[in-house]
């Protein structure tokens, strides 16, 4: 593959991402690059650097040093709702759902970053504003669909199980329609017929919407069985980088995981 | 699933409402005047100023918020619309939507100081709330200004047996409520106030949001405003000042949650018809204001604690 086909093809380039508060440093001189259409683990233990590393993707965190590549823009100082707005949505390690507000209007805002009536149009009802709305909401009816959720949609979603609620927060970053996914720990604190539920779900979301994923899990079995690639971080570094079999006999990364002592 | 059918409708929708029937039950029992069409109308045109400080309060605390302003904000809109008007009567049409104009601009100012300075609404809202009273004090001491008498049509007009103010006051809720229900950026509102952060992440402009959720209770507080020059004539420097506290009894009552993110502002509604029916009540009782004071305090921890308890459940 030329370089240019190359860039082409990568949707997500870190170069060199630094980031610490205060005098901890947590991440320290990561690169790596996300390809379009792939399922990308980035793994480690705790405290590695993982969250903030998806917190630096999503504009969270802004990196003291390091260039982000989105869509083979080099992406200036934005915030975080704007860097959603260019494609780009995440589920979180500890829940962020709307606990108020119903299943189907969790995944509603999803579709916000899609809808461009203005408000005193969306107040009137009428014309385009109403055909924007039913037609984002018959969009929000087929993810409904796909995650087999329709007997919760109208539950506030704070009455939910924990499993059904990770589901639910999968499906409002699907309602985005964006881009580039980041999942935190979709299967944390899950039991294994929740867990096996997820991984179908997010190898449905790959296979039939195309959509591009950047995946944190501990659970190495899952991780190995779903990622294209896998990028391992440890102390804030980069320790490895590579296909899932790689990964796996890369002699850092048994040490980190193992817990042999750092210097 | 039957689970998602149980759902459906608000409970805190339910309990208000049964609330309210009590409230008329007993009302029919113990007064013979209570129950007639006259009264209850008139209940419904006093209930216009409530109602409208209240809807603005509703839209606030649903983004997390919330404004200890509106008082002051009623007083000043009274004020300034009456000398306005006063000093040349040609204005009155004018100040019609300018004092909604003045009303939405004070809102605006709470809200960019509260995203400016991050500093509690709370704090922030009583400050600019003290500073306009202490400007209206500075101006007037004593009722000033007058307006047009066809203005009063507005407080004591009717269309048919019912008031106008009631029947503006339940459009706006009626608009309020499709807009937040079934548009974009009313999700966000709760969206906002369900969780900042997570809004922000999901590509709302959270600052946005609360600008136009202040800016909006503004507006509904400055219609207040109006409201009480149509019905007194003049512009009154102490007349919003039970309205501070009192916008808040109906939000909680009506099960709006005191953090944001949750809640119907038809639940505010009925918590206005409930707190005016029961003073409407206790008038007919000859029971003092003091004891009025009373049962609304009481109704205020009653209902905190109860959603609170249901809160947690959840």
Redesign the interface.
């Known amino acids: 593959m030329d370089q240019a086909a190359a860039s082409e093809d990568i949707l997500l380039d870190l170069r060199n991402i630094s980031l610490s508060f205060g005098g901890v440093k947590a991440l320290i001189d990561i690169s790596f690059d996300i390809r379009r259409g792939e399922v990308r683990a980035i793994i480690g233990p705790n405290g590695a650097g993982k969250s903030s590393m998806l917190n630096v993707i999503n504009g969270f965190y802004h990196p003291q040093e390091g260039e982000v590549w989105f869509d083979g823009k080099l992406r200036g100082p934005m915030k975080p709702h704007q860097i959603a707005r260019q494609g780009i949505a995440r589920t979180f390690q500890n829940i962020a759902l709307f606990r108020g507000m119903s299943t189907l209007d969790n995944l509603m805002t999803g579709r916000i970053t899609h809808m461009h009536e203005n408000m005193f149009w969306q107040a009137i009802w009428k014309g385009r504003a109403e055909k924007e709305e039913l037609a984002h909401r018959e969009r929000v009816e087929h993810i409904i669909d796909f995650l087999e959720i329709q007997s919760i949609r109208k539950t506030p979603v704070g009455k939910l199980p924990y499993g059904l609620q990770k589901r639910v927060e999968l499906g409002r970053a699907l309602a985005a329609e964006s881009k580039l996914l980041l999942l935190d720990e979709p299967m944390a604190g899950m039991n294994l017929e929740e867990k096996e539920d997820m991984c179908r779900f997010v190898l449905d979301v790959h296979d039939q919407f195309g959509t591009t994923i950047a995946l944190i899990e501990h659970d190495m079995g899952v991780v190995m069985d779903i990622a294209d690639r896998v990028v391992v971080l440890d102390y804030g570094r980069k320790i490895g980088d590579g296909y899932p079999d790689e990964v796996r006999s890369n002699k850092d990364v048994i040490d980190a995981y193992l817990g042999v002592a750092h210097d | 699933?039957a689970?998602?059918?149980r759902?459906?409708v608000d409970p805190s929708l339910v309990i208000v409402t049964v609330l309210l029937v009590a409230v008329l039950i007993a009302g029919f029992t113990l007064s013979e005047r209570f129950g007639t069409l006259r009264n209850l109308m008139n209940v419904l045109e006093q209930a216009a100023a409530l109602g409208f400080v209240s809807l603005g309060q509703s839209l606030v605390v649903l983004v997390g918020g919330i404004d200890l302003s509106v008082g002051a904000v009623v007083t000043a809109s009274t004020v300034l619309m009456a000398a306005v008007v006063e000093m040349n009567p040609a204005w009155m049409v004018p100040m019609i939507p300018g004092v909604l104009a003045f009303g939405a601009f004070i809102g605006f100012i709470n809200g960019f100081l509260v995203l400016r300075t991050g500093v509690h609404p709370l704090i922030v809202t009583l400050g600019t709330g003290s500073v306009l009273n202490g400007l209206v004090l500075l101006y007037t001491l004593q009722p000033t200004g007058g307006v047009p008498y066809w203005f009063e049509e507005f407080a004591y007009g009717r269309i048919g047996p019912v008031p106008v103010a009631g029947l503006v006051m339940l459009v706006c809720f009626g608009?309020v409520w499709?807009?937040l229900k079934?548009?974009?950026?009313?999700?966000?509102f709760?969206?906002v106030?369900?969780?900042e952060?997570?809004?922000?992440?999901?590509?709302?402009?959270?600052n946005r949001v609360i600008l136009?959720a202040y800016t909006a209770c503004g507006f509904f507080v400055a219609l207040a405003g109006a409201y009480f020059v149509s019905r007194t004539g003049v512009g009154d420097p102490r007349v919003g000042e039970p309205f501070t506290l009192a916008s808040i009894t109906p939000v909680i009552v009506g099960g709006i949650?005191l953090g944001g993110?949750?809640?119907n502002v038809l639940g505010a509604l009925l918590g206005v018809f409930l707190i005016s029916l029961i003073n409407n009540l206790l008038n007919y009782m000859d029971v003092s204001t003091f004891i009025q004071w009373i049962v609304q305090g009481l109704i205020i921890l009653v209902a905190v604690s109860v959603y609170v308890n249901r809160e947690r459940k959840?």
């Open positions: 699933m689970a998602g059918r759902f459906r608009f499709f807009f079934y548009t974009a950026m009313g999700r966000s709760y969206a106030g369900g969780g952060e997570s809004a922000r992440l999901s590509g709302i402009d959270s136009i949650l993110g949750k809640g959840l």
